[in-house]
């Protein structure tokens, strides 16, 4: 980057910091985006002038909301609610609800900035946004993740629906959870519309959108290797989290030829030299809600490590973090590549610290960054409103197939465009720029609303 571009951004970022004080999540994805466009905007005098990246980086709306509710004793319990209406340019927002502890309004912010990126990388037309709460379902009965469920989304209907915004899941928000929220939207708009996403196969949900996002990610990572004449056939591969995302990247990376030999949960991880037995994770994550700790009971043979950042530490051929934000830092990513890791492919969100890239980039590693690696989870949400609107229900296989074209297509864009900026193979900038520009174009079309 050049001196000048380098100013815009120090510019940009001091201005950002003292609007958004206290938000380092938000901060740290919004840099990113930054560094890979100032080169791009300091040249563009009609970006500068029209302000878009200052636009794209103050949220349209934000909407903070009290959600009490009952537990199983009676008491009154009180959790804080929260919607991010990031960017509409290019469609409604879009854009996934967690319920986890650590939710505030940096990681909301810096979610909801990055899906801007994402959902136009896509192709498909959706906006940004994100929602989530504060709330911890671990722990918590079925009857009172319904009753919290239901009375976020008392509060949450009035601001979203099928043209406006439409939600899915994301950490601590499954198909159960979708499900208490589009029965409780129902009864209080009397309209059945795809308003959510990921709901149940024989109510409106799409077929494969569990999957999606593991999937996808290992298509990318496909594409990835394949630059390199290479595949996932006979390679060590280590993923984190033993969730939504983590699982299904888990069965397609078998299926593709890999052998998974670790998954972790926020506890610890587990280590099967011989390749994880994911109908034994299944049953434990999915069905029983327990800890991956318990895997060992069942797999002779099998290590448990307490602390989830000792998985970095396996030698593994290629690396999918599909936890959460920041959990490979420079030190992990160090490890990573001292091991021989060729290859990062990010299922989760943001979950490389800028120090672990920048070990990547020193190694010539293969980096595919999240905003492009993780698309298929919400361009299968795409296809399920596409699927509600024209009221029909798509096979699995033909949702495949378009989930595997629209990661193809994601990956040679960004590509494309890391080429065309001068930086070939630089997925984290191309998919920056390739996912900025519809967006930025969209904005310059529609105006300024003075
Ligand atoms: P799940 O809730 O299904 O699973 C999350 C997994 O990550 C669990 O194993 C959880 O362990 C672990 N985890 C969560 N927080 C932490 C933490 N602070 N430290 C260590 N481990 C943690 O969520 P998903 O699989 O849906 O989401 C995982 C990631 O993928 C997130 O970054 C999400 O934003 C991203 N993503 C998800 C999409 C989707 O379609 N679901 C789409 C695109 C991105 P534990 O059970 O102990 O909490």
């Known amino acids: 980057m050049n001196e000048q571009a380098q100013q815009y951004v120090e510019d940009f970022m001091a201005r950002l910091i003292a609007r958004n004080p206290g938000e380092p999540e938000f901060h740290q994805a919004v840099r990113e985006v930054a560094e890979s466009l100032a080169p791009h ?5 009609i970006l500068q002038k029209m302000k878009v990246l200052e636009r794209i980086a103050e ?9 009490p509710w009952l537990n199983d004793k009676g008491e009154i319990e009180i959790n804080r609610g929260y919607r991010i209406q990031m960017n509409s340019a290019i469609g409604p927002y879009k854009g996934g609800i967690r319920f986890h502890p650590s939710v505030n309004l940096s990681i909301l912010k810096f979610l909801a900035f990055e899906q801007t990126f994402k959902n136009s990388l896509t192709t498909l037309p959706m906006g940004g946004g994100k929602g989530g709460s504060d709330f911890n379902p671990k722990g918590k009965s079925d009857n009172e993740v319904m009753k919290f469920c239901q009375s976020f989304m008392t509060e949450l209907q009035r601001h979203i629906g099928q043209d406006t915004d439409v939600p899915a899941g994301d950490i601590g928000v499954g198909g159960r959870e979708i499900g208490f929220m589009f029965g409780q939207y129902k009864r209080l708009r009397d309209e059945f519309t795809g308003t959510l996403t990921g709901k149940g196969r024989d109510w409106g949900g799409s077929p494969l959108r569990p999957e999606a996002t593991g999937y996808g990610t290992c298509y990318f990572a496909q594409e ?3 630059t390199r004449n290479d595949s996932f056939k006979g390679k060590t591969v280590c993923i984190s989290g033993s969730g939504n ?3 299904y990247a888990t069965e397609k990376a078998v299926q593709l030829g890999g052998r998974v030999v670790a998954l972790s949960d926020s506890n610890g991880y587990i280590y099967d030299k011989d390749g994880v037995k994911l109908d034994v994770v299944k049953a434990i994550k999915l069905q029983r809600r327990a800890r991956i700790s318990e895997y060992v009971k069942e797999v002779p043979g099998a290590e448990y490590h307490e602390g989830c950042a000792g998985i970095w530490g396996i030698p593994c051929d290629i690396a999918l973090p599909c936890a959460t934000q920041n959990e490979i830092d420079g030190e992990s990513a160090a490890k990573l ?3 021989g890791c060729r290859v990062v492919c990010e299922g989760a969100n943001m979950p490389s610290t800028p120090e672990a890239i920048a070990v990547y980039e020193a190694n010539g590693m293969l980096y595919g960054p999240a905003k492009a690696a993780n698309a298929g989870g919400v361009a299968t949400s795409g296809l399920e409103m596409s699927q509600n609107s024209l009221r029909l229900s798509w096979s699995f296989e033909e949702v495949d197939a ?3 074209d629209i990661m193809t297509n994601i990956f040679h864009n960004a590509y494309d465009a890391s080429k065309a900026c001068g930086a070939e193979g630089n997925l984290m900038v191309g998919a920056n720029v390739a996912g900025f520009i519809k967006v930025a174009e969209a904005m310059l079309a529609q105006g300024v609303a003075y």
């Open 402 to 404: 378009r989930l595997k």
């Open 41 to 45: 905007i300091v040249t563009s005098p």
């Open 224 to 226: 990835m290797l394949a």
């Open 245 to 247: 995302v983590a699982i």
């Open 337 to 339: 590549a001292a091991n």
């Open 59 to 67: 949220p349209e709306r934000v909407i903070i909301f009290r959600v």
